[in-house]
């Protein structure tokens, strides 16, 4: 199982983004999905994650209400559309398989893509 995050990139705070989780597994539309990130000398975090289903979410206090996790099965896609983003939600962001707040609930990771905000 290979997933690949993008979307990352340099943007100033209160901008927005939206990163996406690919695979090219026909039976992604199974997997459970999360998000975590990792900023520079810190462990990797929890963000958000959602069932095979789409029918439902987990996102971290830490970003609710500004963070959204949503899938499209039929694209094989996962999206985590991140609003009202701020300094140190720097970090490099990574899709992983599973379902949890902990990494070791998590199978297969993709290559992280990098978020930098600015103030």
């Known amino acids: 199982v290979q997933l690949q995050a993008s979307g990352g990139g340099l943007v100033q705070a209160g901008d927005s983004l939206r990163l996406s989780c690919a695979t090219s597994?026909?039976?992604?539309?199974?997997?459970?999905v999360g998000w975590f990130r990792q900023a520079p000398r810190k462990e990797r975090e929890f963000v958000a994650a959602?069932?095979?289903?789409?029918?439902?979410?987990y996102v971290a206090d830490s970003v609710k209400g500004r963070f959204t996790i949503s899938r499209d099965n039929a694209k094989n896609m996962v999206y985590l559309q991140m609003n009202s983003l701020k300094p140190e939600d720097t970090a490099v962001y990574f899709c992983?398989?599973?379902?949890?707040?902990?990494?070791?609930?998590?199978?297969?990771w993709g290559q992280g893509t990098q978020v930098t905000v600015s103030s």
């Open positions: 959602i069932t095979w289903s789409g029918d439902r979410t």
């Open positions: 992983a398989r599973g379902w949890g707040i902990s990494t070791h609930e998590y199978d297969y």
């Open positions: 597994r026909r039976t992604f539309s199974s997997y459970d």
